[in-house]
């Protein structure tokens, strides 16, 4: 099981991110366009799922009603498999006994006392959302890397389930509201290991200026950037106590300037947030043409990971009652006592690569066979031989956060997982 030092690692180099550090670890020169994702495009869509678990075929959300059939669709541009649309209309944040709820209510509650309960509050808005929504609407270039089918489930062309809770700025803005916070759980097609799921919970919070906010002759932008950070440093004394932070400068598309925030944590810079200045462009999108705003989204998995101690970022799926039974309603860093733990177990796989393959797609493959039995897949070997040809070796951890898992049904998943590789990625086996 990862260390909170591992833990504190991962994340911050995790790899799908809205972000682009200035100092260089993550820039647009690996942004691929559509046309090279190839690979995700031509992944097949699994259809003898005889693995999967039953799920309710119509959901309500946010009063919108979602069938089955409305996100898994037999079509090239869908690549939502299965067991996403069972996480669809969970709402892990809506529970008031669970971390996240628990954890939303906290912020809600420093916004209602600090702004006199001036935040409009969204947390049922529906994860299906327009590719201009998601996108277009907070100005993310049309080459970046999050926009494509590698990194983001698209239902069709134009509706994907939604990256960021940042794709509902620029309607709630447009409706008018000026101070917003939206909490909701956001998809990225992603690797595999303790502190990555493909859900995860954001929330988002603009707060919009008008002239009379900042004192005539000074810089509008500078005055918002530092109530912004002002109002963040706040929140992380409010959920951690003391602690230690920093600011680290960092790119968006929907932000300039644009910052996050680092937490020390176990002796490790942890990101926890991403913020920033609107981009005057979405204010006048909206019709504010004299406003200025901040925006940021925090990691709701992230912060509870750390307040209540909690070791995989599978748990916070689990329905085991030795770890619902753990957190009530109100009750902010009870620490999570690990009831056991099983042990994992390893399996090998090695193959030679095609031009299409994508780290993300093998992944999808393990978590559809797997599902939250896989706990880590782990490049272990990488060589190119004088034909060309590249092998790669993943390491799967195959383990269970409730029981022991028995040989024969590792070698069974093992077994599985090997067949589709082959047959949908389009690699060889050897
Ligand atoms: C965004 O998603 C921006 N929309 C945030 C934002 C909003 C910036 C408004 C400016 C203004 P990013 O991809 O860095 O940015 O994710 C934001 C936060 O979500 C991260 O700081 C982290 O806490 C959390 N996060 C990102 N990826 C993951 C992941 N794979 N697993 C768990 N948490 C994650
Ligand atoms: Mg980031």
């Not at 898994?72 to 969970?90: E, H, Q, S, W, Y």
């Not at 906290?106 to 929504?133: H, M, Q, R």
């Not at 490790?268 to 705003?293: F, H, M, P, Y």
């Not at 916070?316 to 109100?330: A, H, I, P, V, Y």
Request: proline fraction near 4%; include cysteine.
């Amino acid at each position: 099981m990862a260390t909170a030092f591992s833990f504190a690692q991962a994340l911050l180099f995790s790899k799908t991110s809205l972000s682009l550090r200035t100092n260089g670890l993550k820039s647009f020169s690996f942004c691929l366009p559509f046309s090279s994702s190839s690979a995700a495009l031509s992944f097949d869509k699994p259809h003898s799922k005889k693995w999967k678990q039953p799920v309710a075929s119509v959901l309500e959300i946010g009063g919108v009603k979602i069938s089955k059939d409305d996100v898994l669709r037999d079509d090239p541009t869908n690549n939502v498999p299965d067991t996403i649309f069972a996480k669809l209309g969970m709402q892990l944040h809506r529970r008031d006994h669970h971390p996240l709820g628990i954890l939303k209510n906290a912020i809600y509650e420093y916004f209602d006392t600090n702004y006199s309960n001036k935040f409009d509050k969204f947390d049922d808005l529906c994860p299906l959302v327009s590719v201009k929504e998601n996108f277009d609407d907070v100005l993310v270039p049309a080459d970046h890397v999050s926009r494509s089918y590698n990194d983001t489930y698209y239902v069709d062309s134009q509706t994907v389930l939604r990256c960021h809770t940042s794709a509902h700025q620029a309607e709630l803005l447009r409706r008018g509201h000026t101070h917003f916070l939206v909490t909701g759980d956001v998809y990225r097609r992603d690797s595999i290991d303790s502190t990555h799921y493909p859900v995860f919970h954001q929330m988002e919070g603009v707060r919009v200026f008008s002239p009379e906010d900042w004192a005539p002759g000074t810089d509008a932008t500078c005055y918002v950037a530092e109530d912004l950070k002002k109002c963040l440093e706040g929140l992380a004394r409010h959920l951690f106590g003391a602690v230690e932070m920093r600011w680290v400068d960092t790119y968006f598309p929907f932000t300039n300037p644009s910052f996050e925030l680092e937490i020390f944590f176990q002796e490790k810079w942890l990101e926890v947030l991403g913020c920033g200045v609107t981009e005057q462009e979405i204010l006048k999108r909206s019709g504010k043409t004299d406003n200025v705003a901040w925006a940021f989204g925090l990691g709701l998995e992230r912060l509870a990971m750390v307040l209540f101690d909690i070791p995989d970022i599978r748990l916070f799926w689990s329905t085991d009652e030795r770890f619902t039974s753990q957190f009530l309603k109100g009750q902010l860093g009870v620490k999570f006592k690990p009831y056991s733990k099983y042990p994992p177990c390893y399996k090998d796989v090695s193959f030679w690569i095609s031009e299409s393959f994508t780290e993300n797609n093998l992944c999808e493959v393990v978590r559809e066979v797997a599902g939250d039995l896989a706990e880590e897949v782990q490049l272990i070997d990488n060589f190119t031989n004088k034909k060309g040809m590249t092998s790669h070796c993943y390491r799967i951890a195959y383990r269970s956060m409730e029981r022991s898992l028995t040989d024969e049904e590792i070698n069974k998943l093992q077994s599985t997982v090997r067949e589709l590789v082959e047959s949908k990625l389009k690699v060889v086996l050897r």
